[in-house]
């Protein structure tokens, strides 16, 4: 009984430990979206497919919302995905809030998913990988983190101000 106890106290260490570092990881792309101009989240990127930071934030949800129907043993929905990341239609924002909203309905869905989730450590397949269920947050987390880096890399590129969280998060020089 001891051991058994001891492993749901490591496991629910084990969630709170992703669980925040996925809030922080999402609050960076919330700072991002706030520290932008319209204009900045919707001009057009050097890059097929995700051609725009609008784009980009899209495609982070929508990813959200295929990793929530994996953990819910839901059938994902690919569509939206390979459109935003394939094709070069452009995507328009047309306000701050919109994404940002955009994002809070995509997190109460994966706060759902993960609330009836059971047996973390049970595997499931997404995107071809298996991985305990605790590790859909950790791809999840490495997912926009990647994003970032480009939003990085164009943001170097276009002149664009970081906001401080992200000089600090991720100790951006800056001019």
Same mark, same amino acid.
């Given at each position: 009984?001891?051991?058994?106890?001891?492993?749901?106290?490591? $496991? $629910?260490?084990?969630?709170?430990?992703?669980?925040?570092?996925?809030?922080?990881?999402?609050?960076l792309?919330? *700072?991002?979206?706030?520290?932008?101009?319209?204009?900045?989240?919707?001009?057009?990127?050097?890059?097929?497919? /995700?051609?725009?930071?609008?784009?980009?934030?899209?495609?982070?949800?929508?990813?959200q919302?295929?990793?929530?129907?994996?953990?819910?043993?839901?059938?994902?929905?690919?569509?939206?995905?390979?459109?935003?990341?394939?094709?070069?239609?452009?995507?328009?924002?047309?306000?701050?809030?919109? /994404?940002?909203?955009?994002? *809070?309905?995509? *997190?109460?869905?994966?706060?759902?998913?993960?609330?009836?989730?059971?047996?973390?450590?049970?595997?499931?397949?997404?995107f071809?990988?298996?991985?305990?269920?605790?590790g859909?947050?950790? /791809?999840?987390?490495?997912?926009?983190? /990647?994003?970032?880096?480009?939003?990085?890399?164009?943001?170097?590129?276009?002149?664009?101000?970081?906001?401080?969280?992200?000089? *600090?998060?991720?100790?951006?020089?800056?001019?």
């Amino acid at each position: 009984m001891e051991r058994e106890q001891k492993a749901i106290k490591e $496991k $629910k260490v084990i969630l709170k430990t992703l669980l925040k570092g996925w809030k922080e990881t999402r609050q960076l792309t919330l *700072d991002w979206i706030g520290a932008l101009s319209l204009e900045q989240l919707n001009q057009e990127l050097p890059r097929p497919g /995700l051609n725009s930071y609008t784009k980009h934030i899209y495609e982070m949800g929508e990813v959200q919302k295929i990793y929530a129907a994996v953990l819910k043993r839901e059938e994902p929905k690919m569509e939206k995905i390979t459109s935003l990341t394939f094709e070069s239609e452009k995507i328009v924002a047309k306000t701050k809030e919109e /994404l940002k909203q955009f994002l *809070d309905n995509c *997190d109460e869905n994966f706060h759902e998913a993960i609330s009836e989730v059971k047996g973390w450590e049970e595997k499931v397949s997404i995107f071809g990988v298996e991985v305990p269920k605790f590790g859909v947050i950790e /791809l999840l987390i490495r997912h926009e983190t /990647l994003h970032h880096g480009q939003f990085i890399a164009f943001g170097y590129i276009l002149g664009i101000q970081f906001p401080q969280s992200w000089i *600090d998060a991720w100790a951006l020089p800056t001019k």
